[in-house]
């Protein structure tokens, strides 16, 4: 009894998982805080970062003047893929990923803020 209640519980586990990385990749890529803190109920997202896929491009924009934004891009296995520092505000960096997958971005702002989006590169 005890190995089917663990079993369940694994395979409940899996199914989040995949469900997470299904919406993630039906709803683009949002960029959110680092913190989980919460207002009115949902997720901070940045409003003066933006960021797109389409196909093997990742585009992120920098609305406002947030002064330097340290990016790095990583796999699913966190191995990291690329980084760029955008100096000059309100700007852009684009990233070409080769291979599909599922990536992470992670975005650290001058003055210590940072931000995270998941994204998926299909063929």
Do not use: C, W
Not at 18 to 40: H, P, Q, R, Y
Not at 53 to 76: E, M, P, Q, R, W
């Amino acid at each position: 009894m005890k190995r089917l209640v663990i079993f369940l519980f694994a395979m409940l586990q899996f199914g989040f998982v995949l469900g997470a990385k299904e919406n993630s990749s039906k709803e683009g890529v949002d960029v959110l805080a680092v913190k989980e803190g919460t207002i009115n109920g949902t997720e901070f997202r940045s409003e003066a970062i933006s960021a797109d896929i389409t196909g093997h491009t990742l585009t992120i924009t920098f609305n406002d003047n947030v002064g330097i934004a340290h990016i790095i891009i990583k796999d699913s296995n966190g191995v990291y893929i690329d980084r760029e520092n955008v100096f000059s505000t309100p700007d852009y960096a684009t990233f070409i990923i080769d291979d599909a997958g599922y990536y992470r971005m992670d975005i650290t702002l001058s003055n210590g803020e940072q931000y995270y989006g998941y994204f998926r590169v299909e063929n």
